[in-house]
């Protein structure tokens, strides 16, 4: 019941835009994003509760398609401080376990 | 606010040797986790605190693995033997379950990257 995060790695120069998905064969509750840099400790982005909700934080924003059990992280004129790994987390109703992707590793270039 | 703390940072072990590492939560959070995360993984669930007792510990290898929180705040997770397949980072993170909470924000510690050789 992993979900399944895509793609993998990308990698953007300073100022592009970037789109990364998390999907489940089951169905969600919540979705919560996290970052992490090499070395350091995932860092919380935003949790999505419901379908259909949007939420954003700074040029980070995030969907819920709770029809299509998907949830997609929208970077825009991404800065070079975005680099790192993006991990979804998913948990299902009545449950608060969290269960994360396998992540998806972001380059930004200068 | 002070974060998760989580002690030592590093540590290298032969194999059959014990170790554990220790995890002092966000002050006021009832929650604690212990994750461990494979290299190029997502974290994985080992236990789950609510106060003192162990809500979730089905994904704990309870042979070698254990872990406490006698006072419903920091805890110690401990492995003896240690094998060469735990070699991993062991992440802590807490969370604050308030009444009326749909869903809880859960804060990582930095890790303890744990080397068995």
């Known amino acids: 019941q992993q979900p399944v995060q895509s793609p993998q790695a990308v990698i953007l120069r300073e100022g592009e835009d970037a789109v990364i998905n998390c999907s489940s064969s089951?169905?969600?509750?919540?979705v919560h994003w996290y970052r992490q840099k090499h070395g350091e400790a995932p860092v919380f982005l935003m949790i999505?509760?419901?379908?259909?909700e949007q939420k954003g934080h700074e040029k980070i924003s995030a969907s819920f398609n709770e029809k299509k059990q998907q949830s997609s992280l929208y970077l825009t004129a991404s800065q070079l401080s975005y680099s790192g790994t993006y991990f979804c987390?998913?948990?299902?109703?009545?449950?608060?376990?969290?269960?994360f992707g396998t992540g998806t590793r972001l380059t930004i270039i200068p | 606010e002070a974060g998760v703390v989580q002690s030592p940072r590093y540590k290298i072990i032969e194999k059959k040797q014990p170790v554990a590492f220790w995890c002092n939560p966000i002050?006021?959070?009832?929650?604690l986790y212990w994750y461990r995360q494979n290299l190029g993984q997502g974290p994985e669930l080992l236990i789950r605190y609510e106060n003192e007792e162990a809500v979730d510990d089905s994904q704990l290898p309870k042979d070698r693995f254990s872990a406490e929180r006698l006072k419903g705040v920091d805890s110690t997770l401990k492995i003896q033997p240690a094998e060469l397949g735990d070699s991993a980072v062991y992440l802590c993170a807490s969370s604050s379950h308030r009444l009326g909470d749909k869903v809880n924000t859960q804060y990582f510690g930095p890790g303890t990257r744990l080397t068995v050789l």
């Open positions: 999505l509760l419901k379908g259909g």
């Open positions: 089951k169905a969600l509750y919540s």
């Open positions: 002050s006021g959070h009832n929650t």
């Open positions: 987390g998913t948990a299902f109703f009545g449950n608060e376990k969290l269960t």
